[in-house]
């Protein structure tokens, strides 16, 4: 691959990079005899509901603020869940509407698309950085297909958030390296935008330990020589559009800090999912002792390169001077230990000092998976220790005493290697996972083993070739980056390619549209149900919770309501689907005393959509109208276009004072 492509190689290579994840997880993309393979965990159950709801107002021409069929109503625009602000859920819509809907598949598609403008970013970044192209191809084939990546599509949201990352890094570059100060300032802001509106907040608050250590390294000597001004101009845009998304961040905050154990004042919830010493050893060495809450194997011939690298002292002539100094190597070893050691939760002192001082750091939780930060460090140490190792193949040392080095420098590491796997094969060092979620991948957990093995032999073997005939030829060189691919997906494939699968499914015959507005109007006459459930795709709303998760007022409602179940059902409309409630008041001490104080009111809705309820109502005598859906700060309420103020029922529900008679009452929810 010559560092002057010609302008086929141009397009090529970037459309090869792109479309490898495709290839790589097909089994999830495309179709074999009829059948498909599903995402298991968290992806039907949670993320594609939303998307599903979602795209079928958009497609309407109605963007969702508000839930109303979960929880007994639930914020939807500001839901992480649901990405409701996300820009690609626009050409998402269209597809929507043109299709006839989508189903479960095109949403597997839609995840894989996250993987590949992931490699593609990765790619252009570190062409930007000055890598040259045979490293920068095997990296960007590599990183974004390993356990990271491949794990996360059970979350889409987080995937897409991830995926913006390298493109972010790469507008900073461009911007510090070039006077294009405008072109790349607005990159990096539109990135940011899509990093934030992805709808994976943990990812967003992640990225702060990536952007600004990056943005630190423009200063140091000899990295980029373009003055420390221009560096704060790329940090300043990145803040630009940080502040563009701030109302949207705000209101998640503020409805995050109305569910349960998610105001940061718990830190039990926080170091939940742990990961500690073992699982960073095991994400580098031996998956099946580390959780995959936070793992990121990239293979063992990728980890032996960047070993070689890190302690091969001599200059690589095909790397910017920077990238072979012993600062640069201490740098970067140094930002991996960092993000490693906060990922060790509650055995971390670091972690504990973050948890009482930075702000928003105590809601999060399941911190190994902040290893997303390190997967651009791992893409650029892989992308230069090739050509290390590539430049040492073309010129190899010319004495005995060097020869012994170097072997030693690939031997010594494989042997560590080995013996950390062979340490952590035991089945007592396991992760629980494992057992649970990823052995039907991979039943033979020894594999690792033998690949590494494999991996070392074949790097061995090449480095011995080359002492006989140096490597000139082009042709050469393009078969030992194809070998370190094949080596690493042969590595990685058969778990990456599994984790977290569901089984295969039948792939849908045809796409369907939702209809999320016949289902809100049908709502009223639909008794409710009440499960363990999110957002259900019918006319039966769910009051149901999940009790981390949804408004606390309302779990802790539904917790006293137990006592009386048979009040609480009629409240509830789990017995006929009815939302209105008229009542002389609505301070009272119990489900029951209140229906003692209902009235013989009637009331017609006029409009509903979920966000807005319109109904005109008639009551015998003054009291309360009452709306069984949950109230936030952003519910507003008119009575005959009259503001009024909402009042509470139980310290969750909406309610309204009324006089005798007929009224229009009107419920809408607004983001400002």
Same mark, same amino acid.
């Given at each position: ?49 939303? =998307? ?83 490293? +920068? ?64 907040? !943990?990812?967003?608050? !992640? ?6 250590? !990056? ?35 705000? =209101? ?72 072979? +100094? ?16 906060? +990922? ?167 796409? =369907? ?80 005393? !209140? ?6 009111? +009637? ?70």
């Amino acid at each position: 691959m010559s560092e002057t492509p010609s302008r086929l190689q141009r397009y090529s290579i970037p459309l090869l990079v792109a479309l490898w994840p495709f290839a790589y997880f097909s089994d999830f993309v495309f179709p074999k005899n009829g059948a498909i393979r599903a995402v298991g965990n968290d992806f039907e159950y949670l993320y594609f509901r939303y =998307k599903y709801y979602l795209l079928d107002e958009l497609s309407r021409l109605h963007l969702p603020l508000w839930s109303p069929s979960e929880a007994a109503g639930f914020p939807f625009l500001v839901n992480p869940f649901a990405q409701a602000l996300y820009p690609l859920n626009v050409p998402f819509a269209a597809f929507y509407r043109l299709a006839g809907g989508i189903h479960f598949a095109d949403y597997q598609a839609y995840a894989v698309l996250g993987i590949s403008i992931y490699a593609l970013g990765t790619y252009h970044w570190l062409r930007a950085l000055g890598l040259p192209l045979a490293g +920068t191809v095997v990296s960007s084939l590599v990183v974004p297909v390993s356990f990271r990546l491949a794990e996360l599509l059970r979350f889409p949201n987080a995937i897409h958030a991830a995926s913006w990352m390298p493109w972010i890094l790469w507008a900073i570059t461009r911007l510090v390296k070039t006077k294009r100060t405008i072109r790349y300032g607005a990159a990096v802001s539109g990135f940011v935008i899509l990093l934030v509106t992805a709808g994976y907040p !943990y990812f967003a608050f !992640y990225s702060i330990f990536l952007f600004v250590p !990056y943005g630190l390294l423009f200063w140091l000597p000899g990295f980029v020589d373009s003055g420390k001004a221009r560096t704060l101009r790329a940090l300043a845009f990145g803040v630009l559009g940080c502040i563009f998304t701030s109302p949207y961040l705000i =209101k998640m905050r503020q409805m995050l800090a109305a569910t349960t154990d998610r105001q940061g004042k718990s830190y039990a919830y926080s170091t939940g999912y742990p990961f500690f010493g073992q699982d960073t050893l095991g994400s580098l060495v031996y998956p099946p002792a580390a959780s995959p809450e936070g793992w990121y194997y990239f293979g063992i011939a990728g980890l032996l390169l960047i070993l070689y690298f890190l302690v091969w002292p001599r200059r690589v002539r095909a790397l910017p001077p920077f990238f072979s +100094t012993w600062t640069f190597k201490l740098v970067m070893l140094g930002w991996f230990a960092l993000i490693s050691e906060i +990922t060790h939760g509650d055995r971390s002192r670091l972690f504990r000092f973050l948890w009482t001082r930075m702000p928003g750091f105590a809601s999060l939780r399941a911190w190994g998976r902040m290893n997303i930060i390190l997967l651009p460090l791992i893409a650029w140490l892989l992308a230069a220790a090739y050509e290390a190792f590539a430049e040492r193949l073309t010129e190899p040392p010319k004495s005995r005493t060097r020869t012994g080095v170097e072997i030693l420098a690939i031997v010594v590491p494989y042997l560590g290697i080995l013996m950390l796997q062979s340490a952590l094969g035991d089945g007592n060092h396991f992760h629980p996972y494992w057992n649970v979620y990823v052995q039907i991948a991979h039943p033979v957990a020894g594999a690792f083993l033998i690949n590494g093995l494999y991996a070392f032999a074949a790097l061995l073997l090449v480095w011995l070739s080359s002492r006989f005939q140096p490597w000139q030829s082009p042709w050469a060189h393009a078969g030992l980056a194809a070998l370190v691919v094949v080596l690493s997906i042969r590595d990685i494939k058969p778990v990456g390619n599994f984790a977290w699968c569901g089984g295969t499914a039948r792939y849908p015959s045809s796409r =369907k549209e939702l209809d999320v507005a016949k289902k809100n109007r049908e709502s009223f006459s639909v008794p409710r149900t009440e499960v363990h459930d999110s957002l259900p795709l019918t006319a039966s709303f769910n009051v149901g919770v999940v009790p981390n998760w949804d408004f606390e007022r309302y779990v802790t409602f539904l917790r006293r309501a137990e006592r009386e179940p048979e009040a609480k059902q009629r409240l509830l409309g789990i017995a006929d689907g009815r939302k209105i409630f008229f009542s002389r008041s609505i301070d009272r001490p119990s489900i029951r005393s !209140y229906l003692e104080t209902e009235l013989e009111g +009637t009331y017609r809705v006029v409009q509903y959509d979920g966000d807005r309820l319109v109904v005109d109502v008639e009551s015998p005598e003054s009291g309360f109208v009452s709306f069984i859906d949950n109230w936030d700060a952003n519910w507003r309420a008119s009575v005959d276009g009259q503001p009024t103020r909402i009042e509470l029922l139980f310290g969750t529900f909406k309610s309204v004072p009324i006089d005798a008679g007929r009224h229009r009452v009107v419920f809408a929810y607004r983001f400002w």
